[in-house]
């Protein structure tokens, strides 16, 4: 860990041998990282100054200082309003406090802005994907000898689309919080269009805040839930993935209530998440967003395809990574998870002694080393329990099959992979926390067909799905995946909330 120190300077003459920076004096208003200043300065006096004066680079590094508010950040963490007060013309040693200070501000800045704010794993014990590692001295070493300062700094604020509009969006939410934010809508009934109520002025002025078509709208009735607010209130809906009907219930009306404070954080949130990622996700990927249900699959920068998923329930989360999906399998096996079989398939073969038979499920135990399987009418089911069940169950290939016709397989550590689903009526659900941690998605068969990168896999993937034959295909070349939570997004040009379901956001917000 770098060497915090409260400094100020007492600038011994060119000529000492020593390095100028050891002869700092302790002070009571500023922190600087001085072994990361000594490797930077080494024998020089000043960076950003010429005979007292700002440079052209000075400038551009303090531009990017004060821009830290357009990524979540705060101006004075990188020493922003020390350096207003400073004058580096007032005499020597203010002058070497300025570029020191301002050398520490952009370092910090540089690193926040590549390596992210927080240190992941502390602030979100459920992301596992790796966190870039970055060099911030080396890069400003090189940067600084380039002619154009700005650009080079520019190329550590994260490249993607996402980051760009989450950015832009941080901008008017901050700029809501500055005008007071929303008032709540207090407690009232069901609204359905056409009704009237004293809350529905609020209600327009609270969707006024955010939705432009109504702002520019003319006035609306102060009473009657009119035709104009109710598409206001489904372009809301729509926004905060809510059920889009028109109806103003709870659900509706507790995202409403949630402050424009609480939003701007979790854009913020959002900003640090995109920080923690990789950057470069590679030519071909798939990114699943546990946040909001999706997953969009990417070839070249271009999205490819994007589709509903379900992912695992709160009491069973799944939890944030990255791998490469190197195989596929045609009608697979499901072998049971142990948890599982005994905490939920054991209960409904209990209450029902047709429904391993039903459903194709198969018992088996080991014996000597050996696999045996058990007819289940054989067995006296009232002696088992949770506690006591010594058996292990599969389920077979078919219609029946929890895992569809095709599962996608990556390494992790978790058990966890992509798969098909036969109960497609689950992904009409607004909320699709469902499964048992893995993540089943909504068209496997694009998928599949993306995943081989071929342009005969079409047919190649229906004709061995309709074969009902157990088969594993491994890829040509593996795919990379990543699994985030990201609560903020923006999906076909429009800013999108998702509700904070699995209580990941709060102790980020709380540390930025």
């Known amino acids: 860990?770098?060497?915090?120190?409260?400094?100020?300077?007492?600038?011994?003459?060119?000529?000492?041998?020593?390095?100028?920076?050891?002869?700092?004096?302790?002070?009571?208003?500023?922190?600087?990282?001085?072994?990361?200043?000594?490797?930077?300065?080494?024998?020089?006096?000043?960076?950003?100054?010429?005979?007292?004066?700002?440079?052209?680079?000075?400038?551009?590094?303090?531009?990017?200082?004060?821009?830290?508010?357009?990524?979540?950040?705060?101006?004075?963490?990188?020493?922003w309003t020390e350096l207003q007060k400073l004058n580096p013309s007032t005499n020597t040693e203010t002058a070497q406090l300025?570029?020191?200070?301002?050398?520490?501000?952009?370092?910090?800045?540089?690193?926040?802005?590549?390596?992210?704010?927080?240190?992941?794993?502390?602030?979100?014990?459920?992301?596992?994907?790796?966190?870039?590692?970055?060099?911030?001295?080396?890069?400003?070493?090189?940067a600084i000898l380039q002619?154009?300062?700005?650009?080079?700094?520019?190329?550590?604020?994260p490249d993607s689309e996402q980051y760009r509009l989450l950015?832009?969006?941080?901008?008017?939410?901050?700029?809501?919080?500055?005008?007071?934010?929303?008032?709540?809508?207090?407690?009232?009934?069901?609204?359905?269009?056409?009704d009237t109520h004293p809350n529905v002025a609020l209600i327009q002025q609270r969707l006024a805040f955010e939705d432009e078509h109504l702002t520019l709208s003319q006035s609306l009735s102060t009473d009657v839930y009119a035709p104009l607010l109710q598409q206001a209130v489904k372009r809301?809906?729509?926004?905060?993935?809510?059920?889009?009907?028109?109806?103003?219930?709870?659900?509706?009306?507790?995202?409403?209530?949630?402050?424009?404070?609480?939003?701007?954080?979790?854009?913020?949130?959002?900003?640090?998440?995109?920080?923690?990622l990789p950057k470069n996700l590679g030519e071909r990927y798939v990114l699943v967003n546990l946040a909001n249900y999706s997953l969009t699959a990417v070839k070249q920068g271009q999205e490819k395809l994007e589709m509903p998923v379900i992912v695992g329930q709160t009491t069973r989360q799944t939890p944030s990574f990255s791998s490469d999906i190197d195989r596929l399998v045609f009608n697979p096996y499901w072998n049971v998870p142990t948890k599982l079989a005994r905490l939920d398939l054991l209960p409904k073969q209990k209450k029902d002694l047709n429904y391993f038979y039903q459903h194709d499920i198969r018992m088996f135990s080991t014996e000597n080393g050996q696999r045996i399987e058990h007819?289940?009418?054989?067995?006296?089911?009232?002696?088992?329990?949770?506690?006591?069940?010594?058996?292990t169950l599969r389920q077979d290939p078919?219609?029946?099959?929890?895992?569809?016709?095709?599962?996608?397989?990556?390494?992790?550590?978790?058990?966890?992979?992509?798969?098909?689903?036969?109960?497609?009526?689950?992904?009409?659900?607004v909320n699709r926390s469902f499964s048992s941690g893995c993540i089943r998605v909504q068209d496997p068969i694009a998928l599949a067909n993306f995943s081989l990168d071929?342009?005969?896999?079409?047919?190649?993937?229906?004709?061995?799905?309709?074969?009902?034959?157990?088969?594993?295909?491994?890829?040509?070349?593996?795919?990379?995946?990543?699994?985030?939570?990201?609560?903020?997004?923006?999906?076909?040009?429009?800013?999108?909330?998702?509700?904070?379901?699995y209580h990941r956001d709060k102790q980020i917000a709380n540390m930025l």
Do not use: C
């Open 454 to 501: 071929n342009s005969d896999s079409d047919q190649t993937v229906l004709d061995t799905i309709a074969s009902n034959q157990n088969r594993g295909q491994k890829l040509a070349q593996p795919l990379k995946i990543y699994v985030v939570y990201i609560t903020a997004s923006v999906i076909e040009g429009e800013l999108s909330f998702s509700s904070d379901v």
């Open 98 to 142: 300025f570029d020191l200070v301002l050398s520490d501000g952009l370092l910090k800045l540089i690193d926040h802005l590549q390596n992210g704010t927080l240190h992941a794993k502390s602030a979100d014990p459920s992301w596992f994907i790796e966190q870039p590692k970055f060099n911030n001295l080396e890069f400003l070493q090189q």
């Open 375 to 391: 007819d289940p009418y054989a067995i006296d089911w009232q002696s088992l329990s949770s506690r006591h069940f010594p058996y």
């Open 147 to 157: 002619p154009h300062l700005k650009s080079e700094l520019n190329k550590v604020v």
């Open 1 to 79: 860990m770098a060497l915090l120190l409260i400094v100020t300077i007492s600038l011994p003459t060119f000529a000492d041998n020593n390095h100028w920076l050891d002869q700092i004096t302790p002070s009571s208003h500023l922190e600087l990282n001085l072994p990361i200043l000594k490797a930077l300065y080494r024998d020089q006096h000043y960076l950003w100054l010429d005979k007292n004066q700002l440079s052209s680079h000075a400038h551009d590094a303090l531009d990017f200082i004060a821009a830290a508010t357009q990524h979540g950040l705060r101006r004075d963490d990188y020493h």
């Open 236 to 276: 809301f809906q729509k926004k905060y993935n809510l059920k889009v009907d028109g109806i103003i219930g709870s659900e509706t009306r507790q995202q409403m209530n949630v402050s424009a404070t609480d939003r701007l954080n979790q854009i913020k949130v959002a900003l640090e998440r995109h920080r923690w």
């Open 398 to 429: 078919g219609e029946h099959n929890a895992l569809g016709r095709l599962k996608f397989m990556f390494p992790n550590k978790w058990d966890i992979y992509l798969h098909d689903t036969p109960h497609k009526e689950l992904f009409s659900e």
């Open 167 to 194: 950015s832009q969006a941080l901008t008017d939410y901050q700029r809501y919080v500055d005008r007071g934010g929303w008032s709540d809508i207090p407690d009232m009934p069901l609204l359905k269009p056409g």
